[in-house]
């Protein structure tokens, strides 16, 4: 139940095209849903998050689409840049007694943007 | 732009060894957390610690592992006895506040190798 089941595993797109991953959890106390961006040898990187109160956020060309009832999100990127070629993550959380957020990442989707 | 720092980049040492982790987490923030992972995997939860405790420990986090924060600036991870299987890229992250939308700042992380 604490787990965020992400797909698809790798996606390869064409500069300008729109890329879409998934992203589906069971446990319903989740209130937290951050998308990560990693480049390789760096940390995750926070890029957008959203609260399951609102369907829909959008910051630039990364916008996060939110289905309480199906329990699944996702990350749109539009016009998607050779610059954007990345590991992506999503996560949920939920808070623990001292106001921390444990984050549960879901397994990664390896970003490929052709030029 | 202040980031959360971690020593050393790469670590290998022999299986049975102890090893240590260490980690400058941003200044003033109040919420510290490891996280492991493994080659091509996601990013696991280990522990959170606040307030000079652990939040809380998910079930990788053994009595092989313990956290400290031995002064007001490092925060530190120490593995006992090093298992083949502990093999991993090793992030510390902080973040300034609990609750929700506070974001979780991700060091560039230590890959250790026990071989």
């Known amino acids: 139940q604490q787990q965020v089941k992400q797909s698809p595993q790798s996606l390869i797109v064409q500069k300008g095209g729109i890329s879409i991953i998934n992203c589906a959890y069971e446990?319903?106390?989740?209130?937290?849903f951050p998308w990560y961006q990693q480049f390789p040898g760096k940390g995750p990187a926070l890029l957008i998050a959203?609260?399951?109160?609102?369907s829909e956020k959008k910051e630039g060309r990364f916008t996060i689409s939110f289905n309480k009832s199906a329990k699944q999100f996702s990350l749109h990127i539009m016009d998607s840049q050779p610059g954007d070629s990345a590991t992506y993550f999503c996560?949920?959380?939920?808070?623990?007694?001292?106001?921390?957020?444990?984050?549960?990442f879901g397994s990664g989707t390896r970003l490929l943007v052709r030029p | 732009e202040p980031e959360v720092t971690q020593t050393p980049s790469h670590q290998v040492t022999q299986m049975g060894q102890e090893v240590i982790l260490r980690c400058v987490p941003i200044?003033?923030?109040?919420?510290f957390y490891w996280y492991r992972q493994i080659l091509g995997q996601k990013v696991e939860f280990l522990v959170s610690?606040?307030?000079?405790?652990?939040?809380?420990k998910s079930e990788i986090f053994d009595d092989q592992f313990s956290v400290e924060r031995p002064d007001g600036s490092n925060f530190t991870l120490k593995i006992r006895s090093t298992k083949l299987e502990d093999s991993a890229m090793y992030f510390c992250?902080?973040?300034?506040?609990?609750?929700?939308?506070?974001?979780?700042?991700f060091g560039q992380g230590t890959r250790l190798t026990v071989v």
């Open positions: 992250a902080s973040s300034p506040l609990g609750g929700w939308g506070t974001e979780a700042f």
């Open positions: 200044s003033n923030h109040l919420y």
């Open positions: 959203i609260r399951p109160d609102v």
């Open positions: 446990n319903t106390a989740f209130d937290y």
């Open positions: 610690f606040y307030n000079n405790e652990i939040s809380e």
């Open positions: 996560a949920a959380s939920s808070p623990q007694g001292d106001s921390s957020y444990k984050l549960i």
